[in-house]
């Protein structure tokens, strides 16, 4: 199994370009999540999905949209990058027990950076 | 709101024990949890408490006290591999997703 995959790996933007992240999951796990990591800190959440097409907002969601078309895949898209989201992009995907999430599984990460 | 605290830095030789220390302040509980993560590498799960006591697995046990809003992890035997960053996460919003600590970089010295 290859558990969470994200793409890309690596990441430069100009400030203005637009980009998605592909995560792709294949546990058929429910529940998907994007978090972003900066240096020195702690994982905050970006949005998140409860099941195929449902999408929800997390605690730092400007700047950002996602999607979950399928159950396996949750896109991240930036439309209008700014400096301020250089960070690492991590992807989870959970399976939920009476509708509540258990523990994380995590992509590699997307180490994305806008000058 | 949310918050929650960990020490930011803990250091400790080999074979030693050592506990990590999460306290959480946050609009609803269903549980925690708590991750392993390497310099450079993803975070990855290590337990979860959703009741009050120890859970065991292997040299790591991790704590939870719900009427402290107090949870621990406990490491044994410490390895130089144990060198990394681990985070406690709440569950939070009715148990949909997780609110994570800011993280407490630990040192194995040799």
């Known amino acids: 199994n290859a558990g969470v995959t994200q793409t890309p790996k690596f990441r430069v933007l100009k400030t203005g370009q637009s980009m998605t992240l592909l995560c792709a999951q294949d546990m058929n796990h429910e529940y998907m999540y994007w978090y972003r990591q900066d240096p020195g800190m702690g994982l905050r959440l970006i949005h998140y999905s409860v099941g195929e097409g449902t999408t929800a907002k997390g605690e730092v969601p400007d700047g950002y949209n996602v999607s979950r078309l399928k159950k396996q895949n949750f896109l991240l898209g930036l439309e209008s990058a700014a400096p301020s989201q250089t960070s690492v992009y991590f992807c989870?995907?959970?399976?939920?027990?009476?509708?509540?999430?258990?523990?994380?599984?995590f992509g590699s990460g997307t180490r994305l950076t806008v000058v | 709101g949310q918050s929650l605290e960990q020490p930011s830095e803990v250091t400790a030789v080999e074979g030693a024990i050592v506990q990590i220390n999460c306290t959480y302040q946050?609009?609803?509980?269903?549980?925690l949890s708590w991750y392993q993560q390497h310099d450079g590498g993803a975070p990855t799960f290590l337990s979860y408490n959703a009741l009050d006591g120890l859970e065991e697995t292997g040299r790591f046990s991790s704590f939870l006290s719900r009427s402290d809003s107090y949870g621990y992890l406990l490491l044994q035997e410490l390895q130089m591999k144990d060198s990394a960053s681990y985070f406690c996460a709440v569950s939070d919003n009715y148990g949909q997703n997780f609110v994570f600590g800011p993280g407490t970089r630990l040192s194995v010295l040799p």
């Open positions: 989870a995907s959970s399976y939920s027990t009476g509708g509540f999430a258990y523990g994380y599984t």
């Open positions: 946050t609009s609803g509980f269903y549980g």
